[in-house]
């Protein structure tokens, strides 16, 4: 057997049965297409600048009044005035900062000052440095450990069983640190 038998070579490799689909795409078809999506395209384009001209032409044109918000030496002297004072009501807030003074040295007032929160209930407010140095002195409140058990709690005057007044049945809270 020559080996020239078993290879394929492209002249030998047709097969005039055999073809593919000519139904499956159609060229003009696609070109068909394309020109009309292109003419669609240029339609729309003019289309749409038409309807900006038709808009434009009903423009208003811009008032020549001032801004009131805008405060400015020659607005100033165009308005009669201070814009925030000339404005009708309901007014902007004139000045932040001075109203942010205001409300800050109120609230500092609050806090440095002893008062009434609900009188009826018996609630006062002390002043920080004050409520500072009684947490300093009586300590927070805390929880036992969980690996200790809890001790059972003794009358106001007795002693620990360690003999220390200031454990948690004496007068002074204990504080672990």
Known sequence: ??????????????????????????????????????????????????????LAK????????????????????????????????PRLQPDPVADMNKFRAKELEILNSYGWVDEKAGVARIPIDRAMQMVVQQGLPTRPEASQPMQPQTSAGAKSETGSGSGPSGNQPQVKR
Not at 34 to 39: K, P, Q, T, Y
Not at 77 to 82: A, E, F, S, T
């Open 1 to 54: 057997m020559d080996t020239r038998d078993r290879e394929i070579f492209p002249e030998n490799a047709s097969n005039p049965e055999v073809s593919y689909d000519r139904t499956d795409i159609s060229i003009s078809g696609i070109v068909k297409f394309l020109v009309a999506l292109a003419v669609v395209g240029v339609i729309i384009h003019f289309g749409l600048w038409g309807v900006y001209q038709y």
């Open 58 to 89: 009903g423009e208003v044109q811009p008032s020549a009044q001032p801004n009131p918000m805008v405060t400015s030496n020659r607005q100033l002297k165009d308005v009669g005035g201070d814009p925030s004072q000339v404005f009708p009501a």
